[in-house]
């Protein structure tokens, strides 16, 4: 069995770094172990970034090819009528989704005809204390520079209108491609899940090769969450039943 540790060098997200299996979970009891658990995690981190930052360009770009071509040939991704994506940064050494995000884009959900396109909600950070939320776009020029130089959507669109906020929206998304976990956004997601009665969506995580790690204890405490599944250069790594059924 594989695990699989996120590392994202984002200070302004709110995000897990650890994808974990269920069998990895250790209980805590107290602050001591919540602090030895934190620096667990520093020491993960650590080796992760130093994996990351030594890859070869040419291999990162490789794999970025391999796992987007993944996911567009996955059904769960074709089948998805509703999503939310990450915008990668490079600088932050995050899997590539350009790709993926340019082939939504392409024919977007129209209002009230999602059957012809998907619909398409990307992260935009409103303040310094990290608040997230995930706003509708449909085109790349959607997009603009925040103060950190990575790409969000503005909060209006060219006619002044507010975007369309994921938390408000009365559809549920089926599907989340994520670098990592927006511990916050998704919690608060997946309790209006819960509350609406709605199918909980597939939670996809992207990762290079040198972030999957062989078995080990991955060191959590009680408010991490098990992605349903990972997309690796050399395909799809399902984790959940959930994950299971979908991805076979």
């Not at 130093?50 to 090819?65: F, I, T, Y």
């Not at 990307?122 to 520079?145: A, H």
């Not at 599907?175 to 998704?186: A, K, R, S």
């Not at 608060?188 to 062989?214: F, G």
Request: glycine share 2%.
């Amino acid at each position: 069995m594989k695990r699989a540790m996120l590392m994202t060098q984002a200070p302004f997200f709110s995000i897990f770094d650890l994808l974990l299996s269920p069998r990895s979970v250790v209980t805590m009891s107290n602050n001591t172990q919540l602090e030895i658990i934190f620096k667990q995690k520093k020491i993960l981190r650590s080796r992760v970034r130093k994996a990351l930052k030594g890859m070869d360009p040419s291999a990162r770009s490789q794999e970025d090819n391999a796992i987007q071509n993944t996911i567009l040939d996955a059904p769960w991704f074709r089948s998805s009528q509703r999503l939310c994506a990450y915008i990668s940064c490079s600088s932050l050494r995050e899997v590539d989704t350009s790709k993926v995000l340019s082939e939504i884009l392409q024919n977007p959900a129209k209002e009230g005809h999602t059957e012809m396109g998907k619909r398409l909600y990307v992260p935009r950070v409103e303040d310094k204390n990290s608040y997230m939320r995930m706003l509708n776009i449909t085109r790349m020029d959607d997009l603009i520079s925040n103060s950190m130089n990575i790409l969000e959507p503005a909060p209006v669109d060219a006619d002044g209108k507010e975007r369309e906020d994921v938390m408000q929206a009365t559809d549920p998304v089926d599907l989340l491609l994520l670098p990592g976990y927006y511990d916050t956004f998704l919690k608060n997601y997946l309790d209006l899940v819960k509350e609406r009665n709605w199918k909980q969506p597939l939670l996809v995580a992207l990762s290079y090769s040198v972030q999957i790690m062989d078995e080990e204890v991955i060191p959590v405490t009680p408010n991490d969450f098990p992605v349903d599944a990972l997309v690796s250069p050399t395909g799809v790594i399902p984790i959940t039943t959930a994950a299971q059924e979908r991805c076979h």
